[in-house]
């Protein structure tokens, strides 16, 4: 279920993203995931967004330095596409058509919310660049891991942030109501996870899904 079905004929493996505001605990369940499915006999690709290859990396360092932040959140989108297209031609792509799982902590939905509904950029120019750059390796499964924003920047206390991170409690709250969105409009590749309650009870609640939805 999910994913796009001409993507789906060109490869064997699956595409498994994880997607929310800060401090949802998306990599922590992003590796417990990668061991449930690897305990399962599949071989899997941990990867995350943005970075995922050499040059994404490169490209994750200036942009979570808040250093392109005055161009503007169209260039922002712009270098966030750049570096996917790397991620996917060098790691994601390759790691599925020799059958192999790909996880991934973040993908173009973050784009969609943090420069859509954060940056105000026209959903329209990032429809254009998700048809251009990512079709058709859409994920297969998007979990998107939904927490208050009052609970996750507690969570974020004391630990050193990024640009994001640091933003006030109204563009968190527009994050978490984009990522709904993108839910509600998108039912057969997503799944909403409640990541309010301990990482135990959020890993429960994502396997099942993954069950259900991947039969892996």
Sequence with gaps: MG??????????????????GEGAGKSTQAKRLRDRLEARGHSVVLTR???GSPRAEQIRELLLSGKIEKFGGLAEAALFYA???????????????????VVCDRFSDS???????????PLSMLEALERTIVWPTRPDLTLILDVPPELALERLKGTEKDRYEKMPLAFHQ?????????????????????ASVDPDTVE???????????NP
Aim: charged fraction near 30%.
């Design 49 to 51: 967004e943005p970075g």
């Design 111 to 121: 784009t969609r919310a943090y420069q859509g509904a954060g940056g105000e950029v």
């Design 83 to 101: 570096a996917r297209h790397s991620h996917l031609e060098i790691t994601i792509r390759p790691a599925l058509d020799e059958g192999k799982w």
């Design 3 to 20: 994913g796009d079905p001409g993507r789906q004929a060109l490869a064997a493996g699956k595409f498994i993203t994880l997607e929310g």
């Design 174 to 194: 527009n994050l978490r109501s984009e990522f709904l969105n993108i839910a509600r409009c998108e039912p057969w590749r997503c799944a909403v996870i409640d």
């Design 204 to 214: 429960a609640a994502i396997w099942k899904v993954v069950e259900e939805r991947l």
